[in-house]
């Protein structure tokens, strides 16, 4: 069981489209989104992440357990609720691998790494995650980010037009900083570096065999 923490409807395809169809199969996907993505779009983004629960086949959690309400303004609430609702879905799901957002200058990116590193320690009364993975996208590497660089340990071959595909499925959320030009060329970079056509990076956080 793969879990995906995504902060945002959108984040889970721009980092860990390898893990959705886009690069071999992984298996069963959960992604746990975090903050109501996106409310200006309101029914559309909802939508449209109906549209990638269809295409992808991976199951859609929220805090809540509902799949109706979310934690938002997350600079706000504090961790607390955040890391306890990661906690409960860890311990229910008992996942293999967890894929976390690596921080950038974006907030919620940044609440969403801290908190869900804290749910994956170890701990006696919670469930221990083997795998820990930070996955990057075009936020990662704004000249803002600080303090520590994404360190790539770990890549996934990526068809880059499949991956294309599933970004578009936001349509609402297609952005100048975020092209296709931009998604091509951070996959020709990583896959140069992995001896690939094209990949997705992620930095290993744990790896216990």
């Known amino acids: 069981m793969i879990v995906i923490a995504s902060p945002h409807m959108d984040d889970e395809v721009l980092g860990c489209a390898s893990f959705l169809g886009a690069g ?61 609702a990661f906690e409960a879905i860890l311990n229910e799901l008992r996942p293999t691998t967890v894929l976390v957002v690596a921080p950038s200058y974006n907030q ?53 037009a499949a991956k294309l595909d599933l970004y578009h499925v936001y349509a609402s959320q297609v952005r100048a900083h975020r092209s296709d030009d931009h998604i091509r060329a951070m996959a020709a970079w990583r896959g140069m570096e992995s001896g690939m056509a094209a990949a997705e990076a992620f930095e290993v956080l744990r790896w216990v065999e």
């Open 24 to 84: 071999d199969d992984p298996g069963p996907v959960t992604i746990i989104y975090t903050t109501r993505s996106h409310p200006e779009f309101g029914v559309q983004v909802r939508a449209e992440n109906d549209e990638l629960a269809r295409r992808t086949g991976a199951d859609m959690r929220w805090p809540d357990g509902r799949g109706e309400e979310a934690i938002n303004d997350l600079d706000r609430v504090g961790q607390a609720p955040l890391i306890s």
């Open 108 to 160: 919620d990116h940044r609440a969403v790494y801290d908190a869900m590193l804290t749910a994956c320690r170890p701990h006696d009364r919670n469930w221990f995650v083997p795998r820990v993975l930070a996955y990057e996208e075009p936020e990662t590497h704004g000249t803002l980010r600080k303090p520590a660089p994404f360190r790539a340990t770990y890549y996934r071959y990526l068809d880059v």
